[in-house]
């Protein structure tokens, strides 16, 4: 076990590992961000305040802000250092607030600024900036300079990402550490030094790699921000709201940032069980599908209208969709029973809903089931190779492969299948064609598919980021998700769908007016 | 090498002639016996302790006792891995040329200073950084390198002894910055030179994470005198708390500019007036910078101090690297200003904060002085700054960039305010700004 000391930092004790510094050690216990939960980083003041330590980068100890009085007794003498490189011992005592300190910090703060372009109020950093949070709380609120303020490179495009304005860059590195010892690509680079010192990638390198925009979340300033946010938002008319990324097993947490009913971004939400700070730039663009063209906002039902060749799919009421499933399935189950039927479950589900596809599939007694889902890339940092965020879920459930009921199914003994998410086909064991000769296909989904084609009822869903649940990621972890927008007034949860089809399917335990139903009439509009 | 007049000592008492030019000529006058010896039949304990007894002090600047800092190497216990020996010749504090005397003139008694200080702290191996602009240096040095590889001084069985040592020469490129001995560790390594926070210190992780002590010419070369003749020899030179003798380097408005070999406590005034002949052409001494351009200047009114930290000291200044910048009474104090400003506004590594911001900030005030657009408020604004970067840094460049422009407001007020009262310089007659 790591040996325990205790330091005294304003006059709170605090018991940490040894071997830790002390910016290190208030992290640990979780004094360094006081009122972390719920907000960003960004949002809060830090109890020392920091530029270039960053709690998953190596200690640079060049901005100098953090410097506190440290004392290796209550009666020894007081001696600046910096917070983020000053080992912990036991009886140290680190006063955070003392004159000296406060000077010190003002002096670091004034220095910054002399050459910072002070462009805030057409910065899109401005509001979740920590220059200008710092300034405020630590800093002068008069510039002493008669000189020009120092020229650089403006709206520099460092990659497919990034935008880049040199001017406001204060120089911290955290930027180069993240792509040196996090990415190991190494992209960007100080160059020149003294105060002609500047940020710059290499010659004809762009900064591109699979995490490249965690560089914009680090960056303390405005200087690295993302194309994809770049002003589009104000950052003060954003909510934020707790939620996961769904592009892979690993479950990103992140702040949904929303504003006016949609989501504008997503910031990786610190977890250290999870993702630590980080999240890949796609799972970070992946909140676009949210509010994409192709989501499906009604439910869908197969009709052959007169005058066409085959029944195509059309939008149809909530009432007729559920009337038309019970009309397929009610003959099927009275003819050849529960045996025909097969349930595929997907790891775009929550928790919940994956619970009452369970539940409805045990009542009809369906037991051909399985769960589909994608497999991509992976990488040793962050993105697993399942992509869907609720896998692990979907089989603590009940849902295993999906080989036996693909062979079922091509084996012509399915005749109707009820099916979540959109990774039917993915793996390749099943397709439309072997689908084909299905007398119902009834689907779920949040966005329209190739399953679609076989489909002949399909009922829209909502995001991970439209519903209060939970998924499951692949270590196990049960990661609770909150509403961040409101989807449209026919996408409902599955298990929301599944109710009514129960209900009126004659299923014992299933009612015909649902708990989402009435949450809703009661709160509707609320968000 | 350009014939510069110097005073001898123990240090230099070949560095007239050609006997220490190659190693047969060193070893005539008695060199690497005491290494041979010790080398043999020491122990790093004793020659630590023997150092510690001498009390000798680094000469690159800072004055910490030598001993002390090879006491800080992990002991033989410690086997996990090589440690190592590097020889700091970065010489590049400007006003300060004495180690370059040393490498073009005795580079046999560096070497034997250095296998004595690996021996100590049982490195097997030293890099020898000399500044690159030191071609001669350079040339003598890898001469006397492999000389001594041939000659078995150093090598598996380094003179006769069981100890192992090589040496390594490496080239500076040029930056003031790779003299700082973590700056200068980076550049080893092949990184830009920029100094290392600490913890951890270099006797625990140094060149290339490997416990190193990083020590200056000069006091490599101390170190075969007080082996050979103890360290009560030593301590019998120079003051009570800077024991030897050590080279003065003086330069600027003196007659006899040149490297004067005195003990520590020579008062400032006799190395001026005496060893380098007075002020040339007659005229009055205004200013000494006693110990290199990062040091605080002293009136003429101030030089009659003894040339120890203890006295520089109480006159807000400190010895440095020794070297003397002699100022005359044309020299306008806010020109010399501008140029030291210009220098560490030049070289900072643009690391931390203070010193990135500040050396700039500070040089473009003191610019606008001399250019006649300074305010009176700009005295208090240049206090002020250097108050900001002075000991809030990694290393002491901000320290030493914030001192000198202290020294000249606390001394020359005068020169400052008259800039701004006359919106011109007063001194037509001084030396022209590059």
Known sequence: MTERVRIRVDDVEYEVDAGRTVLQALDDCGALFPERDGKRPEQTDALIPHYCWHPKLSIDGSCRLCQVEVRAGADAPPKLAIACNTPVSEGLVVDTKSETVAAARQGVMELLLINHPLDCPICDQAGECKLQDYAYTHGVDHARTREPRRKAKKRVDLGPTIVFDQERCILCRRCVRFCREVTGTGELGVFDRGDRSVLETFPDEPLDNAYSMNVADICPVGALTTKDFRFKMRVWFLEDVDGICTGCSRGCNVHIGVAKNAVQRYLPRRNDAVNGTWMCDDGRLSYHEIAREDRLTTCLVREQAIGEDSPQLRPASLDEAVAAVAARLRPLLDAKGPGVIAGIASAHASNEDLRAFKTFLDVLDVDTIGLAVARGDSDDLLVEAEKGANGAGARAVGFGALAPVADRIRGGGIEALIVLGHDLFADGSLDARALAGLDTVVAFDTHRSPVERVAHVVFPVRHAAEKDASYTNSAGIVQPVQRAVVPGPEVRDEGDFLQRIGAALGLAGFETETETEAESKAGDGAE | ?434
């Open chain 2, 1 to 434: 090498m350009q014939k510069v007049p110097f005073t001898t000592g123990y240090l230099t008492a070949h560095c007239g002639d050609d006997a220490y030019g190659t190693l047969d000529g060193y070893k005539a006058e008695g060199g690497y016996e005491t290494a041979r010896r010790v080398l043999k039949k020491g122990t790093p304990e004793d020659l630590i302790e023997t150092l510690k007894a001498s009390g000798l002090q680094g000469r690159g600047g800072a004055s910490f006792i030598a001993g002390q800092k090879w006491s800080f190497m992990p002991g033989a216990e410690d086997d996990t891995g090589p440690r190592y020996l590097v020889c700091n010749a970065d010489e590049s504090e400007p006003g300060s040329f004495k180690d370059r005397l040393l490498l073009e003139r005795a580079p046999h008694l560096l070497l034997e200073g250095i296998l004595l200080a690996a021996f100590a702290i049982r490195a097997e191996k030293t890099f020898l950084y000399v500044r690159g602009e030191y071609g001669e240096a350079i040339r003598v040095l890898t001469r006397a390198i492999e000389e001594a590889r041939a000659g078995k001084v150093l090598g598996p069985r380094a003179l006769g002894s069981r100890f192992a040592h090589d040496v390594v020469l490496v080239r500076g490129a040029g930056a003031y910055i790779c003299g700082e001995e973590t700056g200068l560790l980076e550049s080893l390594e092949g990184k830009k030179g920029q100094p290392r926070k600490k913890p951890p210190y270099p006797a625990e992780n140094g060149v290339f994470g490997r416990p190193t002590t990083v020590n200056n010419v000069e006091t490599l070369c101390h170190v075969p005198h007080i082996v050979e003749k103890g360290a009560d020899w030593f301590r019998g030179i120079g003051t009570a708390e800077s024991p030897g003798n050590t080279l003065f380097g003086v330069s600027g408005h003196v007659v006899r500019p040149g490297l004067y070999e005195l003990p520590l406590g020579t008062p400032l005034d006799e190395i001026v007036f005496e060893h380098a002949g007075g002020v040339a052409g007659g005229r009055k001494l205004k200013a000494v910078i006693p110990g290199g351009l990062s040091m605080a200047v002293l009136p003429a009114g101030q030089v009659d101090v003894p040339m120890a930290n203890e006295f520089l000291r109480e006159r807000q200044t400190a010895l440095g690297t020794g070297g003397i910048i002699v100022m005359d009474d044309t020299t306008c104090m806010v020109r010399v200003a501008c140029i030291i400003t210009h220098f560490f506004r030049e070289e900072s590594c643009g690391q931390c904060t203070q010193c990135r911001e500040g050396t700039g900030w500070m040089n473009r005030i003191v610019s606008r002085i001399e250019r006649g657009e300074g305010r009176f408020e700009d005295l208090a604004l240049l206090k002020d700054v250097c108050a900001k970067m002075e000991g809030k840094t990694i290393c002491a460049f901000a320290d030493a960039a914030a001192w000198p422009v202290q020294g000249l407001l606390r001394h020359f007020p005068q020169d400052f305010q008259s800039h701004v009262t006359h919106g011109q310089c007063p001194y037509p007659g001084s030396f022209v700004l590059a």
